[in-house]
């Protein structure tokens, strides 16, 4: 599922191509990934709306649109978004005009298409089709989507509220920092990495970790995300940058996904362990329960 990094390598990506334009028309194969009304009163709405804006809160990628309208869209687990030109047939499968990445097998679950007034093309790709398109009046949207009860962006969070919030929890520490209402952004990937880096064990209690494991976690947490969002963030799964292209940190990631690989610190083989339905990998040298 894209976090933080990849759902802000699209924000960034967007805002540099799209900001300024009028949503011209919209398209969609899966009207069911369109919450909150029906297809045509969503096609109603959009139609003529100006994007004046993005940003990211938590792993939801925020389009502010004028007349005071917002357009989020949550990526979930395989979607993303891309910019370019694609041919929506009666009939048949969506095609991109032209050639390069927007070409890959990944980028070609296309199910719902903005057109723009220069001729260009929003289009979210999703293999699984989970991802969420909202629509309407900001203040709506971010109530319907219970936005007030994410926590404080992992990016910005203070070291001494997220001391607080560890020491508060008697949950492991991997499920603390995926936690949403706790910290925003993190998920599988990154906390992996975070706790490798930091030598901390995933199944620790939050609350019984040291002061200097909880600087360390913080300290881990930050490097690692700003690194990520540096790289384009993570396409070892489906997520693409807005041109179809592949992040940079699935080459430089620590743990995530490298199950039996060596360990880059000590050389043992990196592990993986089943924890509440997902799998946390970590090296059982240097992250000792
Ligand atoms: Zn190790």
């Not at 799209?18 to 069911?32: E, H, L």
């Not at 494991?213 to 693409?240: N, P």
Request: glycine share 12%.
């Amino acid at each position: 599922m894209p976090e933080l990094p990849e759902v802000e390598s699209t924000v960034r990506g967007l805002e540099r191509l799209i900001v300024g334009r009028r949503i011209t028309g919209v398209w969609s194969d899966a009207p069911k990934l369109i919450k909150g009304g029906t297809f045509g009163k969503f096609e109603k709405d959009i139609k003529g709306k100006k994007i004046i804006s993005l940003s990211r809160r938590a792993k939801n990628v925020l389009i502010h649109l004028d007349e005071g309208y917002l357009l989020l869209i949550h990526l979930k687990m395989t979607g993303h978004l891309m910019v370019g030109h694609w041919s929506l047939p009666k009939k048949g499968p969506v095609r991109p005009e032209g050639d390069g990445d927007l070409l890959d097998k990944v980028n070609g679950y296309i199910h719902v298409v903005f057109m723009l007034d220069d001729g260009r093309m929003v289009a979210l790709s999703d293999l699984r089709k989970f991802a969420k398109v909202v629509l309407g009046k900001e203040e709506e949207v971010l109530k319907r989507e219970k936005m007030s009860k994410i926590g404080p962006e992992a990016t910005d969070i203070p070291l001494s509220e997220f001391k607080k919030i560890m020491s508060g929890s008697k949950k492991s520490v991997k499920m603390v920092l995926m936690d949403q209402e706790k910290i925003a952004g993190i998920g599988n990937i990154y906390s992996d990495d975070i706790l490798w880096k930091a030598k901390v064990h995933p199944l620790r209690p939050a609350g019984s970790l040291s002061d200097a494991e909880i600087r360390s976690i913080y300290k881990a947490a930050k490097d690692i995300l700003s690194i990520a969002i540096k790289l384009g963030g993570t396409s070892i799964s489906d997520y693409r940058d807005v041109f179809g292209g592949k992040g940079g940190y699935g080459d430089r990631r620590l743990v995530y996904r490298r199950d039996g690989e060596p360990c880059k610190r000590c050389g043992s083989p990196i592990k993986r362990m089943k924890m509440g339905g997902r799998s946390a990998r970590f090296c059982p040298d240097c992250q000792k329960i």
